[in-house]
C-alpha cells in the first residue's frame, strides 16, 4: 500500500463548480498534514495545512479523519486559475520529512 | 518568490559528465532537501539534511552526491549518470520537524 494515495484525476470541470479532492494515508502515527499545488513545469507551493478541526481559507476547505486516515480538499466557484495538480502531502514525524501523494490534476474550463 | 534558489535552471549532460546542482536559501531554515520528480510520479526524496548534518538517505545511488557545507548552502554532485536520470531535481527548506517546505524552482536535467 502506498504511504499517501490519491485519485490521479483528471477532474475536468466548468468555472464555478464545486470539487473534492480525497487522501489516505497509511501511517496512523503522522502528525502534520498539508495540500500543495503544483502548476505545470513548476515547483510546488504549500496551499494551506490541514488542522484536525478542519480549516478555511477563501474557496478552500481541507478535512482531516484520523479516525479513517483521510485527508479532503473542497474547492467552491472553480476559477481557470485553480487548474494545476493539488498534491496531498503527510509529515509522519521525525528528521523533518514530508511524504508527497502523485498529485491529483484539476482543469477547470470555461 | 519562495527564498529558496537553484542553480542551474536547465542542464543537459552525458553519461560520463559530472557537473553539481546548488540551492540556496535565505529563509533562515534549518532543514534542506534533495527531491527527484519524474514525468507522472510522486516526488521521491533523496537526500535530508539538519542542521549541516545528513539525516537521511533515501537508497540513492552513489552517483548522487550531497554536500551541505552551511544551513543556507546545499550541493547535489552528479557523475556517471544514467538517462534514467533525467528528471526535475527540488530543493526545498523548512524550519524544523513538521513543518511545511518551501520548494525552489528546481533543476530539469537530462541526461544523454
Redesign the interface.
Same mark, same amino acid.
Given at each position: 500500500r502506498k504511504e499517501?494515495e490519491q485519485d490521479p484525476g483528471p477532474f475536468n470541470v466548468p468555472e464555478g463548480a464545486t470539487v473534492a479532492f480525497n487522501c489516505t494515508y497509511s501511517n496512523s502515527a503522522s502528525?502534520?498534514f498539508?495540500w500543495y499545488r503544483q502548476d505545470c513545469?513548476?515547483?510546488? /507551493? *504549500?496551499l494551506m495545512?490541514v488542522y484536525s478541526s478542519g480549516n478555511e481559507d477563501g474557496r478552500f476547505t481541507a478535512q482531516l479523519n484520523r479516525a479513517s486516515q483521510y485527508i479532503s480538499l473542497l474547492i467552491r466557484d472553480s476559477k481557470l486559475s485553480d487548474s494545476a495538480t493539488y498534491?496531498c502531502v503527510v509529515?509522519p514525524?521525525?528528521?523533518? /520529512? *514530508?511524504?508527497?501523494?502523485?498529485?491529483t490534476r484539476l482543469a477547470v474550463h470555461p | 518568490e519562495?527564498g529558496v534558489t537553484q542553480t542551474p535552471r536547465h542542464l543537459v549532460m552525458g553519461m560520463t559528465n559530472k557537473k553539481s546542482l546548488k540551492c540556496e536559501q535565505h529563509l533562515g531554515h534549518n532543514?534542506m532537501?534533495w527531491y527527484k520528480q519524474s514525468a507522472?510520479?510522486?516526488?521521491e526524496?533523496m537526500f535530508?539534511y539538519?542542521l549541516e548534518e545528513r539525516?537521511?538517505n533515501n537508497s540513492v545511488p552513489s552517483r548522487f552526491s550531497p554536500e551541505c557545507p552551511n544551513s543556507s548552502h546545499l550541493f547535489l554532485h552528479l557523475h556517471t549518470l544514467q538517462p534514467e536520470d533525467s528528471a526535475?531535481y527540488?530543493c526545498a527548506s523548512?524550519p524544523?520537524?513538521?513543518?511545511?517546505?518551501?520548494?525552489?524552482?528546481?533543476t530539469?536535467l537530462t541526461v544523454l
Open positions: 499517501v502528525q502534520s498539508f513545469r513548476k515547483e510546488p /507551493k *504549500l495545512s498534491l509529515a514525524g521525525g528528521y523533518n /520529512k *514530508l511524504i508527497f501523494g502523485a498529485g | 519562495t532543514a532537501y507522472k510520479k510522486p516526488l526524496l535530508v539538519s539525516v537521511e526535475l527540488l523548512s524544523g520537524d513538521g513543518n511545511e517546505q518551501f520548494f525552489g524552482p528546481g530539469r
